[in-house]
Structures are given as structure tokens and as C-alpha cells.
């Protein structure tokens, strides 16, 4: 099985955002037909695909797992899929705003409150897939290793945890999970609100 090296994945999505985003800033002189459909498939691409993942990671996937899987292997996959998942987000959302921002004029009130939008869930994305994500993954798998020896770790969905968080180690561990694992879903769900208040912009203006 490959093993993932998440540090790299988070390296390659800044330097593919860069990309995109300096595109946006320097689009250079290019208005040709083609070019406007590739753009158009590249806006329509990275929005649905990022809220597509979005919507399913929020609603179905965590949830579906958490109720089906012992504990500790939730996490482990979990392990795996946070860190993907929000920087899958971060490159999509700015490839996005690249090519929303390179096909409308900057002057228009509701194309900057769209781009405020766009930036908003860019920036959901960043502080999970940077900050946050490396914070939940470690405590998370410090948590569960703690509660192999409890045997907690192999129950599946809500488990009393009461005798464990006697230990001062795994309450501190706790705790540092729950703040951040409770913000970075915060946080998710202001960048969901923020795609999903685009996605009423192109339904309602059909302006893309």
C-alpha cells in the first residue's frame, strides 16, 4: 500500500494554488474563443468537484464511517483523508477564483461579492489543510493508541470514555482534539455556506 506523505501533498497544493492565483492576478492578453471554453470547463470543474466533496465528506462519508467502523480504525482513515481532502479543496477553490476572476470585469459589485465568497472558502480550505488538520491528525492517533489498552479503541460510534479521561495524559490529548477537530468543522462549514452561496449566484444569474 502506498504511504501517503502528507507534508508533500500540502507542498504540491500551495505551489498548484500559487499557480492559479497568480494567474488570476497576471492573466496576460489571451481572449480567444477556445480559450473561454477551457476556462468555462475548468470554473465549472473545480467548483462542482470541490463542493461535491464538500457536501459528501460533511454529510455522508465522516458520518457513515464513524457508525460502522471501530474507533481506531476510523481515525486511521480519517488520518489519511483530512489532510486530502482540505487540500484537494485549497487547489480547487483557487483554480476557481482564477478562472471566475480572469472571465469578469473587476468593477461589478456582485462579481467582487462573489470573488469575497470564493475567497472565503479558499480560505476555510487553507487554515484546515495547514493549521488545523495537523493538529486533529496527531492528537487523534496519540487518542486512540491511548485507548487500545481500555480496548475503547475497537467500539464503534459513542463510547463512554468517563474512566479514561480520568488520565490527565488522555484528557490533555482529549481536549486538544475536540478544540480543534470543533473548529476545523466550523470553519468547513463557513466554506460550505461560502460555495454554496455561489452556487445560488450562478443558479439565479446564470452568469459564469
Request: glycine share 6%.
Amino acid at each position: 500500500m502506498m504511504n501517503l506523505r502528507i507534508p508533500q501533498v500540502r507542498y504540491l497544493a500551495a505551489i498548484l494554488a500559487t499557480i492559479s492565483l497568480s494567474f488570476a492576478l497576471y492573466p496576460g492578453n489571451s481572449s480567444t474563443d477556445q480559450s473561454s471554453k477551457v476556462f468555462n470547463f475548468l470554473y465549472f470543474f473545480t467548483f462542482v468537484s470541490h463542493y461535491g466533496a464538500q457536501f459528501w465528506m460533511t454529510f455522508v462519508a465522516g458520518l457513515l464511517l464513524f457508525f460502522n467502523l471501530p474507533r481506531i480504525w476510523f481515525g486511521h482513515v480519517q488520518s489519511k483523508l483530512f489532510p486530502l481532502f482540505f487540500c484537494f479543496g485549497f487547489v480547487t477553490s483557487s483554480v476557481t477564483i482564477a478562472t471566475f476572476v480572469s472571465r469578469h470585469k473587476h468593477g461589478d459589485d456582485d462579481v467582487f461579492i462573489q470573488i469575497v465568497a470564493l475567497v472565503v472558502s479558499l480560505g476555510a480550505d487553507f487554515i484546515n489543510a495547514f493549521l488545523l488538520s495537523p493538529v486533529i491528525v496527531d492528537s487523534m492517533l496519540m487518542r486512540f493508541s491511548m485507548e487500545k489498552k481500555s480496548g475503547k479503541a475497537y467500539e464503534i460510534g459513542f463510547t463512554d470514555l468517563s474512566d479514561l479521561l480520568m488520565n490527565p495524559e488522555y484528557a490533555c490529548v482529549n481536549r486538544t482534539f475536540r478544540l480543534s477537530h470543533g473548529l476545523s468543522g466550523g470553519i468547513n462549514m463557513i466554506g460550505l455556506a461560502a460555495n454554496t452561496f455561489h452556487l445560488y449566484y450562478i443558479a439565479m444569474t446564470n452568469n459564469v
